[in-house]
């Protein structure tokens, strides 16, 4: 495989920008038929898009996260399922660039170089919470491993090249395994059945026995010890999908009413867009992507301020203004694709038309870890400066 080097955060965005308007042209009938996106993620990985984070002295653009959370932006404009595959990529890159040793960055920003996908088996099912990992690595008299577990929610893991996999050592400790896609023991189950982002193919990675050399396993564990953006940077990313899906449902329902709504009688106007109750909910409803993407910038600088001088104070400061950003383009997302429905009339609801995958593809993104949490860490920063704890979904 070979891949485009993209050199600068300004060729970043062009492409960014180029591609995801190629993938909107069939995101519609994708979701509607559940056709999986491999030429799409193909077409990702030769742009040369999932190599920007690599370090310039690596062969990167090493571009700031202001620019990849709007690269992120962009995707989730188009299509919410090919934006959620490469975040836990983007994730597991930063594993690495914390974690790996010289001998593992130069071997995997090569392979990312090239144009490689890193999928990810995190998630484990009927377990006690999130954070309650039960895959294991056992060490190996050669100072191998055997990785053994169940994973779910594997989003991206059937298109990868790589899969990271969470487990725990027998210490305890956790790690993070990067196993080749095609390793003996390794089966990905396309068995996702979700109602929204419906061609991410989040499903099971079966683990048995699976052998991992001993420089594909990373501490992960050591992440959380000391002023970290982990956390931070991976929601970043969820927030910038749900600002995305926000804006393209907004200008869904504004071409909707430009085009093919009728006006309601009482309001005297000539069109839909002309009446004045529908100005107003459309202002409203701008109101809302506007505050998102604000939020989402800010945060982005915020963590990029960090990552050039990080401390306890500066990894706290960019955990809160990304948990800002997750709230606000969480709710924005959810409101403006059920308010198409509202301001768009009842043809809007035809199956045919499939405008609900806004509404689907956001009501199932802002799933993945509750807001709630996040207002609570607003507040009790805001009070009495109290921190936010140290993990990965903050």
């Given at each position: 495989?070979?891949?485009?080097?993209?050199?600068?955060?300004?060729?970043?965005?062009?492409?960014?920008?180029?591609?995801?308007?190629?993938?909107?042209?069939?995101?519609?009938?994708?979701?509607?038929?559940?056709?999986?996106?491999?030429?799409?993620?193909?077409?990702?990985?030769?742009?040369?898009?999932?190599?920007?984070?690599?370090?310039?002295?690596?062969?990167?653009?090493?571009?700031?996260?202001?620019?990849?959370?709007?690269?992120?932006?962009?995707?989730?404009?188009?299509?919410?399922?090919?934006?959620?595959?490469?975040?836990?990529?983007?994730?597991?890159?930063?594993?690495?660039?914390?974690?790996?040793?010289?001998?593992?960055?130069?071997?995997?920003?090569?392979?990312?170089?090239?144009?490689?996908?890193?999928?990810?088996?995190?998630?484990?099912?009927?377990?006690?919470?999130?954070?309650?990992?039960r895959t294991r690595l056992r060490r190996r008299p050669d100072g191998s491993y055997?990785?053994?577990?169940?994973?779910?929610?594997?989003?991206?893991?059937?298109?990868?090249?790589?899969?990271?996999?969470?487990?725990?050592?027998?210490?305890?400790?956790?790690?993070?395994?990067?196993?080749?896609?095609?390793?003996?023991?390794?089966?990905?189950?396309?068995?996702?059945?979700?109602?929204?982002?419906?061609?991410?193919?989040?499903?099971?990675?079966?683990?048995?026995?699976?052998?991992?050399?001993?420089?594909?396993?990373?501490?992960?564990?050591?992440?959380?010890?000391?002023?970290?953006?982990?956390?931070?940077?991976?929601?970043?990313?969820?927030?910038?999908?749900?600002?995305?899906?926000?804006?393209?449902?907004?200008?869904?329902?504004?071409?909707?009413?430009?085009?093919?709504?009728?006006?309601?009688?009482?309001?005297?106007?000539?069109?839909?867009?002309?009446?004045?109750?529908?100005?107003?909910?459309?202002?409203?409803?701008?109101?809302?992507?506007?505050?998102?993407?604000?939020?989402?910038?800010?945060?982005?600088?915020?963590?990029?301020?960090?990552?050039?001088?990080?401390?306890?104070?500066?990894?706290?400061?960019?955990?809160?203004?990304?948990?800002?950003?997750?709230?606000?383009?969480?709710?924005?997302?959810?409101?403006?694709?059920?308010?198409?429905?509202?301001?768009?009339?009842?043809?809007?609801?035809?199956?045919?038309?499939?405008?609900?995958?806004?509404?689907?593809?956001?009501?199932?993104?802002?799933?993945?870890?509750?807001?709630?949490?996040?207002?609570?860490?607003?507040?009790?920063?805001?009070?009495?400066?109290?921190?936010?704890?140290?993990?990965?979904?903050?």
């Open positions: 495989m070979t891949a485009h080097v993209i050199a600068d955060d300004a060729e970043a965005l062009a492409v960014a920008a180029e591609l995801a308007e190629e993938f909107r042209a069939g995101a519609s009938l994708r979701d509607a038929e559940r056709r999986l996106p491999r030429q799409e993620l193909d077409r990702l990985s030769a742009s040369g898009l999932l190599a920007v984070t690599v370090p310039a002295g690596h062969g990167g653009a090493d571009v700031r996260t202001e620019t990849l959370a709007e690269i992120f932006r962009l995707l989730g404009s188009a299509d919410g399922s090919i934006a959620q595959i490469p975040q836990s990529h983007f994730v597991y890159v930063n594993v690495i660039r914390r974690q790996g040793t010289p001998e593992q960055q130069q071997f995997f920003f090569a392979e990312l170089l090239a144009g490689r996908r890193l999928g990810n088996a995190q998630s484990e099912a009927g377990t006690k919470h999130v954070q309650d990992i055997l990785l053994s577990g169940v994973k779910h929610y594997c989003t991206g893991a059937l298109f990868a090249h790589w899969i990271p996999v969470l487990a725990r050592a027998e210490d305890d400790t956790l790690h993070a395994a990067y196993v080749p896609r095609d390793a003996p023991g390794l089966r990905v189950v396309d068995d996702w059945d979700g109602m929204g982002q419906r061609t991410t193919a989040s499903g099971t990675v079966h683990l048995t026995d699976v052998a991992v050399p001993a420089d594909r396993v990373l501490p992960h564990h050591l992440t959380f010890q000391g002023p970290q953006l982990h956390g931070a940077f991976a929601q970043l990313l969820h927030a910038a999908i749900d600002a995305g899906i926000a804006a393209d449902a907004l200008a869904e329902a504004a071409a909707f009413v430009r085009t093919k709504s009728r006006p309601w009688f009482e309001s005297g106007a000539e069109s839909a867009a002309d009446d004045p109750l529908l100005i107003q909910r459309f202002g409203e409803l701008g109101l809302r992507v506007r505050s998102a993407e604000a939020l989402l910038r800010e945060a982005a600088r915020t963590v990029d301020a960090a990552r050039d001088d990080l401390t306890d104070d500066s990894a706290a400061a960019a955990s809160i203004a990304v948990a800002a950003a997750k709230v606000v383009a969480a709710q924005a997302a959810v409101e403006v694709s059920s308010a198409l429905f509202e301001v768009a009339g009842t043809r809007a609801a035809l199956q045919s038309l499939n405008l609900h995958r806004h509404w689907r593809d956001a009501r199932t993104h802002t799933l993945h870890d509750p807001t709630r949490w996040k207002v609570q860490h607003i507040g009790r920063y805001v009070i009495d400066g109290t921190r936010p704890p140290r993990h990965g979904l903050l």
